[in-house]
């Protein structure tokens, strides 16, 4: 298997996440999404990654991707209750709404978006909230595939927060619960490059926005 990368981008960090977990074999294969090469964009219909290539064959979407890892690598990270597993898949979703929303926050122009998209993302942590149970992960005691959704956005307001506090998971117990054991699970570190911190806060500045004074002051 052939992982198809950008460095920063959290959808790819979904499944270097779950290869991991699941302790496949693949390579990654890094390109600068600014300036695709042609092969890339010959095999990726929306131009994004993550690309997985088994073969002669391309898997797109991160989900996907996940889903078809999670297959051949047994034993399953989703619940065998079919119900739960699509409340998972849901959840999933729900994530990747999620870190667009995120993305919005800390690549904000003017501080009219800042706010629009603190908001969204301030909503859709307290819905969080309200489905998670006593933890630490997303089912209760078992690490599964939806927990591999959230690992990055969770991560990257780690950050955030060490950058300018906003306390978004303030009065969130049961959210902070799983934001700090996704933090700490070894494969959310070394799912990313060691100089992740200093690369994501550098795309920051590099927007020279509103959210760029708040997070990336000071940033290369």
């Known amino acids: 298997m052939e ?14 996440i779950t290869l991991q977990e699941k302790g496949a074999e693949y390579d990654v294969t890094y390109i600068d999404l600014a300036e695709p090469p042609a092969w890339f964009l010959t095999i990726s219909p929306f131009g994004k990654v993550p690309v997985l290539r088994v073969g002669e064959s391309v898997v797109f979407e991160s989900a996907v991707i996940n889903e078809y890892v999670d297959e051949v690598t047994p034993p399953s990270l989703h619940p065998s209750d079919p119900l739960r597993k699509a409340v998972n898949r849901a959840w999933i979703e729900f994530g990747s709404d999620l870190i667009f929303k995120q993305y919005g926050l800390y690549t904000a122009a003017d501080e009219e978006t800042f706010e629009a998209k603190r908001h969204e993302v301030l909503t859709g942590l307290r819905q969080l909230e309200e489905v998670l149970g006593e933890g630490p992960w997303f089912n209760g005691a078992e690490y599964a595939l939806v927990d591999t959704a959230y690992a990055p956005l969770f991560q990257r307001f780690e950050l955030l927060e060490q950058w300018h506090a906003m306390d978004f998971l303030a009065g969130l117990p049961k959210v902070t619960t799983w934001h700090r054991a996704l933090v700490e699970r070894p494969t959310t570190t070394s799912s990313v490059a060691a100089d992740f911190a200093d690369d994501f806060r ?8 509103y959210a760029a004074r708040l997070y990336a002051a000071g940033a290369a």
């Open 3 to 16: 992982l198809i990368s950008f460095r920063l981008c959290p959808f790819v960090q979904r499944s270097v």
């Open 202 to 209: 550098g795309y920051i500045a590099r927007t020279e926005g």
